[in-house]
């Protein structure tokens, strides 16, 4: 497959960059903003010197088809992925570019902390559980394997740090955060948008193993925003590969992980760059995961 040109910063020459995220570029558009998902990764909290093409444009259009089918669950901020309804000026190459990896919506207050829902046994979780028995403050069953189902899904959020590393933290922290009935509510719908996400990726062949959410406030409505259910926030395996007992194959920026881990890398800035076989690899998840997510193939449009 030929790669596209991979985008590790956006430029809008009419536009106002509100902010640069580890992956998305952020614009004002007074009452909106703008979301574009650039080709930047990230891992350990660290943005890479490499890019991988079409990671942006899964992201972003694999987060509008996840917000339009989940919509019927809770209500969330984005107005249009469409280019040609923007508000504003755009030259035809900033469409272009534009196509396919942005969303306008709705400008909010977002709520200070991560969703995590985790199904299965693994990542941080599974580091917790060898070393206490529990996962973080949540007690369970003795003998677990790596991988393993977790008898049911539980909430496990953490900090949403902007700089550094999230931290872990207790539902009782969340209610100190942001009080008793929203933290009852973001918990409520973000066990509701996994059991529809999971059911419906296991029709498809995948597992969804645990994957976090973010949630913005706008007037007196609590919206799902951000990104939702992408390789980059979610863990997904394949269903016929799924053995539990050690690491699974994965969907997701896990392959991206497991070779940084393998470096002499003390996991702070700067980062190694990725070889190019670690690349195309990895844009072939990326690719397979939207393919057998949504039934289209992104590498064709």
Not at 199 to 206: H, I, N, P, Q
Request: proline fraction near 6%; charge should be negative; include cysteine.
């Amino acid at each position: 497959m030929k790669l596209p040109e991979a985008y590790s910063e956006i430029k809008l020459a009419s536009l106002k960059l509100l902010r640069r995220g580890k992956v998305r570029d952020i614009f004002d558009l007074d009452e909106h903003l703008l979301l574009v998902a650039s080709d930047r990764i990230s891992a350990f909290d660290v943005v890479l010197p490499t890019t991988i093409p079409f990671k942006g444009k899964v992201l972003s259009s694999i987060s509008s088809f996840w917000f339009d089918k989940t919509k019927e669950v809770i209500k969330n901020h984005l107005i249009t992925d469409d280019v040609e309804d923007y508000p504003c000026p755009l030259s035809v190459q900033e469409k272009d570019l534009l196509r396919g990896r942005s969303m306008l919506v709705k400008k909010g207050e977002m709520v200070e902390v991560e969703c995590v829902v985790r199904g299965y046994l693994d990542g941080s979780g599974w580091r917790s559980y060898k070393a206490t028995g529990d996962l973080f403050d949540i007690p369970l069953p003795a003998g677990l394997k790596q991988g393993d189902r977790l008898p049911e899904p539980v909430f496990t959020p953490t900090t949403k740090a902007t700089t550094g590393h999230d931290e872990n933290i207790s539902f009782a922290e969340v209610k100190r955060t942001v009080g008793d009935d929203l933290a009852e509510y973001l918990r409520k719908m973000s066990m509701e948008l996994y059991h529809t996400a999971s059911s419906f990726v296991y029709e498809k062949g995948l597992i969804l193993a645990d994957t976090k959410f973010e949630f913005t406030v706008v007037g007196d409505e609590v919206l799902l925003a951000d990104e939702v259910f992408t390789p980059d926030s979610s863990r997904f395996w394949g269903r016929e590969t799924y053995r539990p007992g050690g690491p699974q194959p994965s969907f997701d920026k896990q392959f991206i992980r497991d070779w940084l881990e393998s470096q002499d890398w003390d996991k702070t800035p700067p980062a190694p760059p990725l070889p190019q076989e670690v690349v195309e690899k990895s844009v072939g998840k990326y690719l397979e995961v939207y393919k057998k997510v949504t039934g289209r193939d992104l590498s064709i449009l």
